[in-house]
Structures are given as structure tokens and as C-alpha cells.
């Protein structure tokens, strides 16, 4: 499946993107601790992402539906962030898968309920700051297989 560029817009659908626009102003970042829950509170921690073995197989989505799940690179590199759309159940439309390649230096936001394969990296590994709107309680997250796996190859990259 073709890789799209991660921009604001073409990833507007799933989340959003955490970069500076520069200057020297605070820029908040709202979406990053979206939650429809009153008690949740933000957890951290680090994720070391792995490079992707190719070709990169989708079978299996997560999606965290009590609050919005932000990731911010530590170092530099590409990540590969694959999502995917729902279908009137709400569970993912394996037509709706989308892969995107992130750019170095930018994080991003999935909004809550957002179906999402692990995150992966193109170069090498790389270390992730998480930062998710959390209550601790069971149901943080939900797993889907995919009937037919997907496989992302090398070449399918912008
Ligand atoms: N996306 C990813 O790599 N993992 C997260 O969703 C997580 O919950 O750790």
C-alpha cells in the first residue's frame, strides 16, 4: 500500500501533528490530553520504536478509546504511522487503512478511538515520548485483527 506524507491536512481525519511554528511563543498543544473522560489524567512514558522488518506486516490495530495518545521523538529518524478508518460499527475498515511517513523532529496526536498499528520507524530505532489522556482502569485499550493481513513494502514509501 502507497505511504502518504504526514501532513496536518492529510492526517486531520486521525490526529494531529506536534511541531513548533516557530518564534518564541508558547504553542499549546490541545488535542494532546483530548480525553471524553473527567478523571483521566496524563500518563508518560518512553517508547522505544523499532525499525520496521521488511515487508512490514499489518495484522493487528489498537485503538484507545478513553483519550487522546501522543508521540514525540527523542531523537531524529522517520517513523511509519499506519491508521485506520471505522466502519459504521465503529471497528476498522481494512479499506481505510492509511501509512504515513513521519519526518524527523515531529510528533503527533491520535485523537481517542483512533484505530493505529504500532508505531514502527523507517531508519532506525527511536526513542518516543508518550504522553495519553489515562484513568489506570481496564478497557484502555482495544485490539482488532485484520481478516487479511497488509503488508507495507520498502518501495511503497514517498
Ligand atoms: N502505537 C504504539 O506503538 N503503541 C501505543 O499505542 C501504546 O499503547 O503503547
Do not use: N
Not at 504553542?27 to 522505544?48: C, F, K, N, S
Not at 529518524?77 to 501509512?99: F, Q, S, T
Amino acid at each position: 500500500m502507497r505511504v502518504e506524507p504526514l501532513t496536518d491536512t492529510s492526517f486531520a481525519a486521525f490526529g494531529a501533528l506536534i511541531r513548533h511554528p516557530g518564534g518564541s511563543e508558547r504553542h499549546y498543544l490541545p488535542a494532546v490530553l483530548a480525553t471524553p473522560l473527567p478523571d483521566a489524567r496524563p500518563a508518560l512514558w518512553i517508547h522505544p520504536v523499532k525499525p520496521a522488518q521488511w515487508p512490514l506486516r499489518i495484522d493487528k490495530l489498537e485503538r484507545h478509546p478513553h483519550g487522546a495518545q501522543s508521540f514525540m521523538p527523542l531523537g531524529s529518524g522517520h517513523a511509519l504511522v499506519v491508521v485506520c478508518g471505522k466502519d459504521a460499527e465503529g471497528m476498522p475498515d481494512p479499506k481505510a487503512l492509511r501509512a504515513f511517513l513521519c519526518p524527523p523532529a515531529t510528533g503527533f496526536t491520535y485523537h481517542p478511538g483512533v484505530w493505529h498499528h504500532g508505531l514502527t520507524s523507517i531508519d532506525a530505532a527511536i526513542d518516543f515520548v508518550v504522553v495519553m489522556a489515562a484513568h489506570g482502569v481496564t478497557g484502555e485499550t482495544d485490539w482488532f485483527s485484520l481478516p487479511t493481513a497488509i503488508t507495507i513494502e520498502h518501495r511503497d514509501l514517498p
